[in-house]
């Protein structure tokens, strides 16, 4: 017996016991990990006094507990796990550990529907949201036409997905060059993904859109299941596969673009978390769940480092994540050289 | 025989076309800028020169900077030949790679660090990050041809990761090596630049030398015994001379990515899988690609230039995925 079933009324879910484990393990880490950035910053309060400023104590200390430190360390959390939910889909649909939103040119084509919404337009939070999700949407659907042909296979994916990623790029940086000075100062400033000065009237849009993205995964979890046991199976049983896959597929760009609108594209969580996650859950494919957690903590994680790193100089937490990731890439590669 | 000597001939004039379409190009690259410069003048200028300011700028600013590009390109592009040659693979390139990425992070490190200042030291830098950035992904990615590319942008990112936080860390010594953050040929044809162009065509020569046995290596290992090559001698020298070219374009041009894979598969066109022509073709129109990237470089933005790798990754982008298209199934 290696799963639980949680029934409560006409409902219920099946969760591995592995899983269970890892909850029990990854969400006290998690809170450990938010309470130290919420102690961290300029000056260090005690954990007794965030406990105090989250119940509404007033003071200065305390203001700067709740209205700097608490939107920064939520965003986080929420989108790690956004981004590792995004990496997670995008990996089981490519079949490739590598076919993550972040290497296949995704988080790159959100930045630019981003970028062309603050050259063109005024730039608000929900145009924001709106350029990067149809910008995202584009990247997605270059690469997969693109990759049309011959089979949809993995690596072939992933490396037009680098093409498309160094155009795009490339067209980024000419956008900048041709902005405002203004506009292009706070556009480089963010092309490293960022989580500085992220404050609540950032966060509102974002939030509930990962919200709604994150309940629709919910609904089409079952489909998904028997969609991991094969195609056939999943046909038998009444899964419309190609219409499945594109829903999880729009699901995920919406994850990685809402992140991207706010704070940029941030490198490699996407990548890395599904993968540590399905190894610490020792689960076959790669379950939603233990990459959003390993998301978050990613995150969270690099995001403390970024600003612990150089202090007081505070690191875009995409720098971070860029440096680790790529190294775990490498070690990804050179593990499976030597499996085969 | 006939037919070979046809084909010969063909493939002759149509080196001499490219090398007359070289020749515009470089012209006309000279009388473009904020100074526009007829051609007329700047061939005038170029045989016979007098104090006019035009000549002047013709003969102080333009002319280096169209050779420094002419240098970069055959060198970005022959090195891309040899690493196509001897990977056997379609889709390798230096930038591509890492390797370029390698060499611009050891200058950026090295000259924060004290040690650069000289194009020798500079030089030196690049070949080392080079070497470093080839043992690596060749180690790790070796066994497929994209493997290769994934591991090179893998390599490529995790250093661009360091190069952006040091630059935040040292703010003052980064801003004046940000040149290599990314390729341009802009201010750079006032810097020494004797010593790599030499490095550069010495080594152009060395590889021109070497095609023909890598020609037979290419043949697999067991035809280049029976036709007298020694194999290991020439796979060390090709590496080397990847290096050197690689190396030696970075440190002058910072890293420019993809003129070592378009370039390839347009000689490739030309030339068959003949590699000494192969590489006299790509001698010739990397500088074409590198000239005509520069002169967009001046001429897409209103207000002032374009880094020539942003040029480069627009043109080379569209290559990469045609290549993979082409050719990634096999590799699968």
Same mark, same amino acid.
């Given at each position: 017996?290696?799963?639980?079933?949680?029934?409560?009324?006409?409902?219920?879910?099946?969760?591995?016991?592995?899983?269970?484990?890892?909850?029990?393990?990854?969400?006290?880490?998690?809170?450990?990990?938010?309470?130290?950035?919420?102690?961290?910053?300029?000056?260090?309060?005690?954990?007794?006094?965030?406990?105090?400023?989250?119940?509404? &104590?007033?003071?200065?200390?305390?203001?700067?507990?709740?209205?700097?430190?608490?939107?920064?360390?939520?965003?986080?959390?929420?989108?790690?796990?956004?981004? =590792?939910?995004?990496?997670?889909?995008?990996?089981?649909?490519?079949?490739?550990?590598?076919?993550?939103?972040?290497?296949?040119?995704?988080?790159? =084509?959100?930045?630019?529907?981003?970028?062309?919404?603050?050259?063109?337009?005024?730039?608000?939070?929900?145009?924001?949201?709106?350029?990067?999700?149809?910008?995202?949407?584009?990247?997605?659907?270059?690469? /997969?036409?693109?990759?049309?042909?011959?089979?949809?296979?993995?690596?072939?994916?992933?490396?037009?997905?680098?093409? $498309?990623?160094?155009?795009?790029?490339?067209?980024?940086?000419?956008?900048?060059?041709?902005?405002?000075?203004? $506009?292009?100062?706070?556009?480089?400033?963010?092309?490293?993904?960022?989580?500085?000065?992220?404050?609540?009237?950032?966060?509102?849009?974002?939030?509930?859109?990962?919200?709604? !993205?994150?309940?629709?995964?919910?609904?089409?979890?079952?489909?998904?299941?028997?969609?991991?046991?094969?195609?056939?199976?999943?046909?038998?049983?009444?899964?419309?596969?190609?219409?499945?896959?594109?829903?999880?597929?729009?699901?995920?760009?919406?994850?990685?673009?809402?992140?991207?609108?706010?704070?940029?594209?941030?490198?490699?969580?996407?990548?890395?978390?599904?993968?540590?996650?399905?190894?610490?859950?020792?689960?076959?494919?790669?379950?939603?769940?233990?990459?959003?957690?390993?998301?978050?903590?990613?995150?969270?994680?690099?995001? !403390?480092?970024?600003?612990?790193?150089?202090?007081?100089?505070?690191?875009?937490?995409?720098?971070?994540?860029?440096?680790?990731?790529?190294? /775990?890439?490498?070690?990804?590669?050179?593990?499976?050289?030597?499996?085969? | 025989?006939?037919?070979?000597?046809?084909?010969?001939? =063909?493939?002759?004039?149509?080196?001499?076309?490219?090398?007359?379409?070289?020749?515009?190009?470089?012209?006309?690259?000279?009388?473009?800028?904020?100074?526009?410069? +007829? +051609?007329?003048?700047?061939?005038?200028?170029?045989?016979?020169?007098?104090?006019?300011?035009?000549?002047?700028?013709?003969?102080?600013?333009?002319?280096?900077?169209?050779?420094?590009?002419?240098?970069?390109? &055959?060198?970005?592009?022959?090195?891309?030949?040899?690493?196509?040659?001897?990977?056997?693979?379609? !889709?390798?390139?230096?930038?591509?790679?890492?390797?370029?990425?390698?060499?611009?992070?050891?200058?950026?490190?090295?000259?924060?660090?004290?040690?650069?200042?000289?194009?020798?030291?500079?030089?030196?830098? &690049?070949?080392?990050?080079?070497?470093?950035?080839?043992?690596?992904? /060749?180690?790790?990615?070796?066994?497929?041809?994209?493997?290769?590319?994934?591991?090179?942008?893998?390599?490529?990112?995790?250093?661009?990761?360091?190069?952006?936080?040091?630059?935040?860390?040292?703010?003052? $010594?980064?801003?004046?090596?940000?040149?290599?953050?990314?390729?341009?040929?802009?201010?750079?044809?006032?810097?020494?630049?004797?010593?790599?162009?030499?490095?550069?065509?010495? &080594?152009?020569?060395?590889?021109?030398?070497?095609?023909?046995?890598?020609?037979?290596?290419?043949?697999?290992?067991?035809?280049?015994?029976?036709?007298?090559?020694?194999?290991?001698?020439?796979?060390?020298?090709?590496?080397?001379?990847?290096?050197?070219?690689?190396?030696?374009?970075?440190?002058?041009?910072?890293?420019?990515?993809?003129?070592?894979?378009?370039?390839?598969?347009?000689?490739?066109?030309?030339?068959?899988?003949?590699?000494?022509?192969?590489?006299? /073709?790509?001698?010739?129109?990397?500088?074409?690609?590198?000239?005509?990237?520069?002169?967009?470089?001046?001429?897409?933005?209103?207000?002032?230039?374009?880094?020539?790798?942003?040029?480069?990754?627009?043109?080379?982008? +569209?290559?990469?995925?045609?290549?993979?298209?082409?050719?990634?199934?096999?590799?699968?």
């Amino acid at each position: 017996m290696n799963a639980v079933v949680l029934r409560r009324g006409g409902l219920s879910v099946r969760v591995g016991r592995r899983t269970l484990v890892l909850l029990a393990v990854l969400v006290p880490v998690l809170a450990g990990l938010a309470l130290l950035g919420l102690c961290h910053g300029a000056t260090w309060a005690s954990p007794a006094k965030v406990v105090e400023a989250l119940g509404g &104590a007033r003071g200065g200390a305390n203001v700067v507990i709740r209205e700097w430190r608490l939107p920064r360390v939520l965003a986080g959390l929420v989108f790690g796990a956004a981004l =590792g939910v995004a990496g997670a889909i995008f990996q089981n649909v490519t079949r490739n550990p590598m076919g993550s939103p972040d290497i296949i040119g995704l988080d790159a =084509g959100a930045y630019t529907g981003a970028l062309a919404v603050i050259t063109l337009l005024a730039g608000t939070s929900a145009q924001l949201t709106v350029g990067s999700v149809v910008g995202g949407v584009l990247a997605a659907a270059a690469v /997969y036409l693109l990759s049309l042909g011959g089979g949809l296979s993995g690596l072939r994916l992933v490396v037009i997905g680098i093409a $498309v990623n160094a155009i795009l790029t490339a067209l980024n940086s000419w956008i900048v060059l041709r902005a405002e000075l203004e $506009v292009a100062i706070a556009a480089v400033g963010w092309s490293a993904g960022s989580l500085n000065g992220v404050g609540w009237g950032d966060l509102g849009i974002p939030f509930a859109v990962i919200a709604v !993205l994150f309940v629709l995964l919910a609904l089409l979890s079952r489909a998904l299941h028997q969609a991991a046991l094969g195609t056939a199976v999943a046909v038998t049983t009444g899964v419309r596969v190609e219409r499945l896959r594109l829903q999880l597929v729009l699901i995920g760009v919406g994850c990685t673009a809402t992140v991207t609108a706010v704070a940029g594209p941030i490198a490699f969580i996407a990548l890395a978390a599904p993968q540590i996650g399905r190894r610490l859950a020792r689960a076959p494919g790669i379950p939603l769940l233990p990459a959003a957690l390993t998301g978050a903590l990613l995150l969270q994680g690099a995001d !403390l480092l970024a600003q612990v790193l150089l202090a007081p100089v505070a690191l875009p937490v995409g720098v971070v994540s860029t440096a680790i990731g790529g190294c /775990y890439l490498i070690w990804l590669l050179a593990r499976e050289v030597r499996r085969t | 025989m006939t037919a070979t000597r046809r084909r010969q001939g =063909g493939r002759v004039a149509l080196l001499a076309a490219a090398l007359v379409l070289l020749a515009g190009v470089a012209v006309v690259s000279i009388g473009v800028g904020a100074h526009a410069i +007829p +051609p007329a003048e700047v061939v005038r200028a170029l045989l016979d020169r007098d104090a006019s300011s035009d000549h002047v700028v013709v003969w102080d600013i333009r002319a280096p900077r169209a050779l420094l590009a002419a240098g970069a390109g &055959a060198a970005l592009a022959v090195a891309g030949v040899l690493i196509q040659v001897l990977s056997r693979n379609p !889709l390798a390139e230096p930038g591509v790679l890492g390797v370029t990425a390698g060499s611009g992070f050891a200058i950026a490190v090295g000259s924060a660090l004290g040690f650069a200042g000289s194009a020798a030291a500079e030089l030196g830098l &690049a070949a080392v990050g080079a070497v470093a950035a080839v043992a690596l992904v /060749y180690a790790v990615g070796r066994r497929s041809p994209l493997r290769l590319v994934l591991t090179g942008v893998a390599l490529s990112s995790v250093l661009a990761g360091v190069t952006l936080g040091l630059r935040l860390l040292l703010p003052d $010594v980064f801003d004046q090596f940000r040149f290599w953050s990314v390729g341009s040929l802009a201010g750079r044809e006032q810097s020494a630049m004797g010593l790599p162009l030499l490095v550069i065509a010495v &080594a152009l020569v060395g590889a021109l030398l070497l095609g023909r046995q890598l020609d037979a290596v290419a043949l697999g290992e067991a035809v280049a015994h029976t036709l007298g090559a020694n194999v290991a001698v020439v796979r060390g020298l090709t590496l080397l001379l990847i290096t050197v070219l690689a190396g030696a374009a970075t440190a002058v041009a910072g890293p420019i990515l993809f003129v070592g894979l378009i370039v390839p598969h347009l000689a490739r066109r030309a030339a068959g899988a003949s590699v000494p022509w192969l590489l006299a /073709y790509a001698a010739v129109l990397g500088p074409i690609l590198l000239l005509v990237s520069d002169i967009g470089s001046r001429v897409l933005l209103p207000t002032g230039e374009v880094p020539v790798a942003i040029v480069t990754a627009f043109l080379g982008g +569209p290559v990469l995925i045609w290549a993979v298209r082409r050719y990634g199934e096999a590799a699968l």
